[in-house]
């Protein structure tokens, strides 16, 4: 089932999404050759503690750190580790958090230092991928407008969408009804309606769409060891127009 926001509910979503995006532009700088992805789940743990909020993934369903982040062919979940990062390595950076019961979410792909051509193209194309997404959540709709429109610009560049893993509804659980996969015909699904909140995230494959995840039951990577890129925002569909997005600073 589907669960409408009231605005005073997406008001509270978007405190808790305002916490994750000041978050993430804290660890975007802090992103350098060196730094290990543990490091850098302190610090998140950090900033959301400091803002008032609760980090929304440690211990959701045993997972054991507040951030996910992600490094080159680990398309979502990283597990943060003594893992050092090192110069021209893309780190997928994945942070969500609660204000007063109401979640937010996001993400996006950072790169480490100097990376190459390629990587940063893969970067910018997923990044226009949620873009172009979130542009059809718009009333009237259908939930497949967004998908469609993620994995038309995905493919024309060359690139694979990851079918395993979906961007989903969001609210007083992380994940709410409904699934939001990035791949799919135009004019499918339920219509958008006023009162939707969703969290839309494309997760790109420089190679083959195919993933597995390891043996610590979290982290997804590419089977064929290619470069992934990952961004998220969490989005409200408004009465008119275009929707708003609660994690955007």
Same mark, same amino acid.
């Given at each position: 089932m589907i669960i409408l926001k009231t605005p005073e509910e997406v008001a509270l979503m978007a405190k808790a999404s305002r916490v994750?995006?000041?978050?993430?532009?804290?660890? #975007?700088k802090a992103v350098k050759p060196g730094?290990?992805?543990?490091?850098?789940? $302190?610090? +998140?743990?950090?900033? %959301? $503690?400091?803002?008032?909020?609760?980090?929304?993934? #440690?211990?959701y369903r045993n997972y054991p750190k507040t951030l996910c982040a992600s490094v080159n062919e680990q398309v979502v979940h990283g597990i943060p580790s003594k893992r050092v990062l090192k110069e021209g390595d893309i780190v997928g950076l994945d942070l969500g958090a609660i204000v007063e019961g109401f979640y937010g979410d996001s993400a996006v792909?950072?790169?480490?230092?100097?990376?190459?051509?390629?990587?940063? #193209?893969?970067?910018?194309?997923?990044?226009?991928?949620?873009?172009?997404? %979130?542009?059809?959540?718009?009333?009237?709709? $259908?939930?497949?407008? %967004?998908?469609?429109?993620?994995?038309?610009?995905?493919?024309?560049?060359g690139y694979s969408v990851v079918t395993e893993f979906v961007g989903h509804g969001i609210g007083r659980q992380l994940h709410e009804e409904p699934q939001v996969p990035n791949y799919g015909k135009p004019g499918q699904g339920p219509r958008l309606q006023h009162g939707m909140v969703l969290a839309i995230e494309p997760m790109v494959n420089?190679?083959?769409? +195919?993933?597995?995840?390891l043996d610590d039951r979290?982290?997804?990577?590419?089977?064929?060891? @290619?470069? @992934?890129?990952?961004?998220?925002?969490?989005?409200?569909v408004q009465p008119e127009g275009p929707a708003k997005v609660l994690s955007r600073l």
């Amino acid at each position: 089932m589907i669960i409408l926001k009231t605005p005073e509910e997406v008001a509270l979503m978007a405190k808790a999404s305002r916490v994750v995006a000041e978050a993430l532009e804290v660890l #975007k700088k802090a992103v350098k050759p060196g730094v290990t992805t543990d490091e850098l789940d $302190r610090l +998140a743990e950090a900033e %959301i $503690r400091a803002r008032g909020a609760q980090p929304a993934f #440690k211990g959701y369903r045993n997972y054991p750190k507040t951030l996910c982040a992600s490094v080159n062919e680990q398309v979502v979940h990283g597990i943060p580790s003594k893992r050092v990062l090192k110069e021209g390595d893309i780190v997928g950076l994945d942070l969500g958090a609660i204000v007063e019961g109401f979640y937010g979410d996001s993400a996006v792909t950072v790169g480490v230092g100097q990376v190459e051509d390629g990587a940063a #193209k893969l970067v910018r194309v997923t990044e226009e991928a949620l873009a172009l997404g %979130i542009e059809q959540a718009v009333v009237g709709n $259908r939930l497949s407008d %967004i998908s469609h429109a993620v994995q038309r610009h995905v493919e024309a560049a060359g690139y694979s969408v990851v079918t395993e893993f979906v961007g989903h509804g969001i609210g007083r659980q992380l994940h709410e009804e409904p699934q939001v996969p990035n791949y799919g015909k135009p004019g499918q699904g339920p219509r958008l309606q006023h009162g939707m909140v969703l969290a839309i995230e494309p997760m790109v494959n420089m190679g083959r769409a +195919a993933v597995r995840v390891l043996d610590d039951r979290w982290t997804a990577v590419t089977v064929d060891g @290619s470069l @992934s890129a990952h961004f998220e925002h969490t989005i409200a569909v408004q009465p008119e127009g275009p929707a708003k997005v609660l994690s955007r600073l």
